[in-house]
């Protein structure tokens, strides 16, 4: 048996080599530093805090925040399982970006697009090409960004010298969509409101489109009122359109919450991939897709419908990885969690969740209604999300003065008005989520009965500035 022997360097390294070897977070910290001074808050502390400390301070200053749980405005998922919440912790440290690095959390990104291009019947799956995103923002840009490319390559002999192209949505689009078109130079015509229409309407689209149409862009789920755009309508008006002029416009369907519902809960809606003009589909894989934020999804009917300069490659187990993004690093944690939740409820658990909202939704509308103050604009029977207003005989009080007092009980429902045509319509929007149950609802309904005698005994709203109101683009 042989001997060791004992360190065969006899010299030991330098004090500033030694320290260069020690986390500094492994040294112990001056226990008293945080009784002596608080830190400042706007420049960086001279000494650091025992790890207690500095924890306590951010806790205790996050307190303020609201309840997520309470939150009805966003859309964002706000309650997942302990286990998903535990590999989003394992996976946190894990850059997206590094596909030969992090293997199998690439190949776990690779299922989640063939599940979703199977979901939403992409003619074949198996060649649909899709990736994922921070969220549907940049899953809008990225669907974005291939339609103009595309269009930009059929009118090589007109563009950029003297074609510019425009983009065809409703008024009612989320925010992202404005700025895709000013960070594009991209033109946005915009279909407005009319009447009880808070949406697209299909013929008014195709009008608004020319030869310099990179697209037109179809809601699956507005963010204003929870309603479905007419995506096979929409479609429809767009191949009378191409029979007459010749003009073929792509539509990309933003699904970023009903993508993720009408699938199991409206199986007989046609708006997919099932429609030949719907070129690409995005949706927030943190809203309906009931993963923390952030992870969206943009998919494509075919690599022909992705232009090929966009695609980026790199080495993926000594094999070709390609990759479209916007952003560069990001963790893996919020891709594993989808997954997770893919396996975890399969259709038949996603379609007793969705149900499960939307029963929620459909039976606070209706208890709302019958307190005889309000009228739905909505019922919550597409998305699980409606939107009220006061009727118009109720003058002491308005949807603004509802929205304050309900956030001095914790509740946070947004009182907005809506866009150009209909700027004289203020409403309330109730977004429900999993993890917003019926006894939940129960509590919202009582508070607003406690809070009516109130409201209605006031000489006039309070809230008179309406100036600052937002639609609230979650």
């Not at 429809?236 to 029979?243: F, I, K, P, R």
């Not at 009917?301 to 300069?309: D, T």
Request: some cysteine; overall charge negative.
């Amino acid at each position: 048996m042989p001997l060791h022997k004992g360190a065969t360097h006899t010299t030991e390294p330098s004090d500033a080599r030694r320290r260069l070897a020690l986390n500094p977070f492994f040294g112990e910290a001056d226990p008293t530093a945080g009784m002596e001074s608080a830190p400042p808050r706007h420049k960086l502390p001279d000494r650091p805090l025992p790890p207690d400390t500095a924890y306590g301070l951010v806790h205790d200053e996050l307190m303020l925040d609201g309840n997520s749980r309470l939150n009805l405005a966003t859309f964002v998922t706000t309650w997942m399982e302990p286990q998903a919440g535990v590999l989003m912790a394992e996976c946190r440290d894990k850059n997206m970006i590094d596909k030969d690095e992090y293997p199998r959390t690439a190949e776990l990104e690779r299922r989640c697009v063939a599940m979703l291009a199977d979901l939403w019947h992409a003619p074949d799956p198996s060649t649909a090409v899709g990736c994922s995103t921070t969220g549907s923002s940049e899953a809008c840009m990225l669907a974005a960004m291939a339609l103009k490319r595309r269009w930009a390559a059929k009118n090589a002999d007109r563009y950029p010298s003297t074609a510019r192209p425009n983009l065809v949505m409703g008024i009612n689009v989320q925010v992202c969509w404005d700025k895709f078109c000013t960070f594009w130079e991209v033109e946005p015509r915009l279909v407005p409101m009319e009447g009880d229409r808070f949406h697209l309407d299909p013929q008014a689209a195709a009008d608004l489109c020319d030869e310099n149409t990179i697209g037109v862009i179809g809601i699956l789920g507005s963010t204003f009122d929870g309603s479905y755009e007419p995506i096979a309508e929409l479609c429809a008006a767009l191949d009378a359109l191409q029979e007459r002029t010749g003009l073929d416009i792509p539509v990309h369907v933003d699904g970023a919450s009903g993508a993720m519902v009408a699938p199991f809960l409206d199986e007989d809606l046609v708006w997919d991939f099932r429609l030949p003009r719907v070129s690409s589909i995005n949706t927030s894989g943190h809203k309906y897709g009931l993963v923390y934020p952030g992870v969206g999804w943009a998919l494509w009917r075919s690599p022909a419908e992705l232009p090929e300069e966009l695609v980026f490659r790199v080495n993926y187990l000594g094999g070709d990885m390609p990759t479209f993004a916007l952003n560069f690093s990001r963790p893996g944690a919020q891709v594993v969690a989808q997954y997770y939740t893919f396996l975890r409820l399969g259709r038949e658990g996603y379609r007793a969740v969705q149900q499960a909202a939307r029963d929620v939704a459909t039976g606070l509308a209706e208890k709302i209604e019958a307190l005889g103050d309000f009228r739905l604009l909505t019922r919550g029977d597409q998305l699980p999300v409606f939107a009220v207003t006061t009727k118009p005989e109720v003058t002491a009080y308005d949807v603004f003065d509802v929205s304050r007092r309900l956030r001095e009980r914790g509740w946070l429902v947004p009182a907005y008005t809506f866009p150009a045509n209909r700027e004289d319509l203020s409403v309330l929007r109730i977004v429900c989520r999993n993890g917003f149950s019926s006894d939940l609802a129960d509590m919202l309904l009582q508070d607003l009965r406690l809070l009516l005698p109130e409201l209605r005994s006031q000489d006039h709203p309070l809230s008179r500035d309406h100036g600052p109101a937002t639609s609230f683009h979650h």
